[in-house]
């Protein structure tokens, strides 16, 4: 059953990168950098590390350039261009195969690590897929999706934080299409929109997702810039976002582990799945603290104490970790305040020296915690039952809104009649309730509309709207 999880203050804070950046296709020399750091605005860099249709020869990226330029304040945004969707606008690209994108997409996480390690760029750094522009069609939006989902997958198994660079028009808005379904997004997007503009919003992109400074927005294309003498041809791209260097590396002191599954299996509930010890006390059960909206610190980030629950049997852990014993697995489900696509992060708590763990992070589409039952709409009013399916001491609020889009008769300026497409808000209340409590409401329809209904049977839809989330129920109304 679900249970109310305790809020809980944030105990350490991650900070990302928000300003101006840049990308070259070939890694400027230490001597260019320090004279853009000096004269221009930008305080980023993307840089290609590696993949089978990199297309610039990278003699400066190596671990010194990556050391000397992260020493004097540089961030930077690691990009790995490997195989391509299978439509691409890059004809001469290795493409993906549908029936191994799975696959394909694991191995390219393996190779992009080893890459990143061969230039100094450690765990908790987040590195980007290079997705081009592609033709968008069924098969081939499955097949880049499922090998984006196993990238992300690999990468947050190896410890680094996983992003996807693509065209607003066809990656970004695929990957924005799979929120809530079985695909794992990435912590990350890298939105390529030319328009100029200085922010990170996207038609494309729900106001809703990534929203904890997870995105970069690519707002031109190649050209030459000059600063102190030096020119580079550069792409302008606006940062509120991850960049590396990342964390910094896990103490032998902090507790390992794993987040392995996250969902929600019931409206309103989020479920956490995984194993956790501390080397300082291995036989010691630890503490698990989920953050629904983000890793801790970010803002809207909510805190979940789930207290002493690693304590499940799990064999492999045991067998892994002799001194620990098997009883180190977890699989809770509680009841969140928030719904719609939420980033969820689960960390294990440190006993002793060291710090808290981020076990990892993973996107969650959490169901609308209210039941529609009972949906009429006779006569004059709306009649519908709805039950808050939280826990007791919490509640739902949200609006009623029904509406209907009916194509009517005007008149027409030659004299002869035409139609159009009318716009009748019938119903709209807004409701609080309690948690595992239903009310029954009779709402009466807008006046102005009676008499349009009356003569004619429309089509309408009730939208049971919460933040972050609706449900859509359609109705016939009139007649």
Request: net charge positive; charged share 20%; glycine share 12%.
């Amino acid at each position: 059953a679900a249970r109310r999880a305790t809020p809980a203050a944030p105990s350490r804070r991650t900070q990302p990168f928000k300003g101006l950046g840049f990308d070259a296709c070939t890694a400027p020399s230490s001597a260019a950098m320090s004279t853009w750091l000096r004269s221009s605005p930008y305080g980023a860099i993307g840089g290609y590390v590696g993949g089978e249709n990199r297309g610039c020869s990278q003699a400066n990226l190596t671990s010194g350039w990556v050391k000397r330029q992260t020493g004097a304040g540089w961030r930077l945004i690691p990009t790995y261009v490997g195989l391509q969707a299978p439509t691409s606008s890059c004809t001469s690209c290795a493409t993906i195969s549908p029936s191994r994108a799975a696959t394909q997409g694991a191995s390219a996480a393996v190779d992009a690590v080893v890459d990143a390690r061969g230039v100094g760029i450690g765990p908790g750094s987040p590195i980007y897929f290079d997705m081009e522009s592609y033709t968008r069609t069924s098969s081939a939006t499955r097949a880049t999706l499922t090998f984006l989902s196993a990238w992300t997958n690999r990468l947050h198994a190896l410890g680094y934080r996983s992003g996807v660079y693509s065209s607003s028009a066809s990656g970004i808005v695929d990957l924005a299409g799979a929120i809530g379904s079985r695909y794992e997004l990435p912590d990350n997007l890298w939105i390529a929109n030319w328009n100029g503009h200085h922010s990170t919003s996207d038609p494309y992109v729900p106001n809703s997702a990534w929203t904890n400074h997870q995105r970069i927005h690519q707002y031109r294309g190649g050209h030459d810039e000059t600063y102190g003498g030096v020119r580079i041809n550069i792409d302008n791209n606006f940062i509120d976002g991850a960049t590396a260097p990342g964390e910094p590396p896990v103490s032998d002191d902090d507790p390992v582990g794993r987040f392995e599954l996250a969902g929600s299996p019931r409206r309103g509930d989020v479920r956490v799945r995984g194993w956790a010890v501390d080397p300082n006390s291995p036989t010691t059960q630890l503490s698990i603290t989920v953050y629904v909206g983000g890793r801790i610190g970010e803002p809207g980030a909510r805190a979940y104490e789930l207290g002493k629950v690693a304590t499940d049997p799990r064999p492999d852990v045991g067998a892994k970790y002799a001194k620990a014993g098997p009883d180190h697995g977890f699989d809770e489900q509680f009841a969140s305040v928030s719904v719609g696509a939420r980033r969820v992060c689960v960390y294990a708590g440190d006993i002793g020296p060291g710090s808290d763990r981020l076990l990892g992070c993973r996107t969650v589409g959490i169901q609308l915690p209210l039941g529609v039952s009972g949906l009429k709409v006779g006569g004059r009013a709306l009649r519908a039952t709805l039950r808050c399916q939280r826990p007791a001491g919490m509640t739902c609020k949200g609006q009623l809104i029904l509406r209907a889009h009916p194509r009517v008769r005007v008149p027409h300026r030659r004299g002869r009649p035409g139609t159009r497409i009318v716009r009748l808000s019938l119903v709209r209340r807004t409701f609080t309730l309690a948690g595992g409590r239903s009310h029954r409401f009779t709402l009466p329809l807008a006046s102005r509309a009676r008499p349009l209904l009356r003569k004619r049977r429309v089509q309408a839809k009730l939208l049971v709207a919460m933040a972050g989330g609706r449900r859509v129920r359609s109705v016939g109304v009139g007649g």
